[in-house]
């Protein structure tokens, strides 16, 4: 049995990982590989959203280049979903043109 918020973690640090090692290139042929041995019916799902954004959040790491974690695309796409503009984090969502990052107090406008 393979738990969401599991296989998110697995996702999440691999990618990572070839990010960091300058390697994103290869972070499509993992998400695929993933999408492949694990696909959506066989993951057991205890978030709501999950299973239907699940693509879209593969999408995002793939875009780039496993720079944003599997949360991290989750958490874009329902502040997406919810008309949500702006997030607080020290976190990578720069990169998302429909989120604004707020870090400090002054980014608050």
């Not at 990982?17 to 993992?30: I, M, N, S, T």
């Not at 997406?80 to 608050?108: N, T, Y």
Request: charged share 25%; proline share 6%; with cysteine.
């Amino acid at each position: 049995m393979y738990f969401d918020c599991v296989t998110a973690k697995a996702v999440s640090a691999a990618a990572r990982r070839l990010h960091e090692k300058g390697r994103g290139a290869e972070v499509a042929a993992l998400l695929d590989n993933l999408y492949n041995l694990s696909p959506q019916q066989t993951i057991t799902w205890i978030l709501p959203d999950v299973p239907r954004l699940y693509p879209e959040v593969l999408a995002l790491m793939r875009a780039s280049s496993g720079e944003l974690n599997f949360n991290d695309a989750l958490i874009a796409l329902a502040c997406r979903e919810r008309g949500i503009p702006a997030i607080a984090s020290f976190a990578d969502f720069d990169q998302i043109a429909w989120l604004k990052r707020v870090a400090k107090p002054e980014d608050v406008s």
